[in-house]
């Protein structure tokens, strides 16, 4: 089955510093990776999409994401924090096995410190 | 403007009691989704619908129901509410065809006393 892994489940990062928040994917085929973000009482909103080509993914909000097949990685990453980065991150997966549905990585917490 | 809506977005209610939460959008899209959400943590699929009339079983067994009459409109509806249904209830969306993103509602916060 098609699944992600966040490893972390929070991640503390002082406001100017380069930051990553980690995911790993396994899945049967080609892969189709989403990172979104949750900010509190909110629901999710999407960042950025990986489904073929360029191995590096650029999002909303200054946000990247790196695509390693070798590693079966897809880390969310931005060259400099901000505070109002400060939120709850999730990966995706597309089940292309179970009706397209997609699949949530359990999130990482994102503290951005003043 | 296209956008999901859902309300209420805050509900107390007692034991017992019929709800329903209501999940409309303006997108367009043939896709809808409900996820139960606990705060802070991951998010559990319970229905989806691929277009009116169409409606599956996500992979959290739940005992709400819901319903697709209109393409916009995809509301949830729990009989018998009880404390174990205290969650968020997210509603999302999107294209049928293609590899795309899921567009989701703000949320609404159920609380059964």
Redesign the interface.
Known sequence: AQSVAQPEDQVNVAEGNPLTVKCTYSVSGNPYLFWYVQYPNRGLQFLLKYITGDNLVKGSYGFEAEFNKSQTSFHLKKPSALVSDSALYFCAVRDMNRDDKIIFGKGTRLHILP | EAD?Y?TPRYLVIGTGKKITLECSQTMGHDKMYWYQQDP????H?IH?SYGVNST?K??LSSESTVSRIRTEHFPLTLESARPSHTSQY???SSELQG?N???????T?LTVL
Do not use: K, N
């Open positions: 999901i859902q802070g943590m991951e998010l699929l989806y599956e996500g992979d997210l509603c999302a590899v993103e899921q567009f989701f509602g703000p949320g916060r």
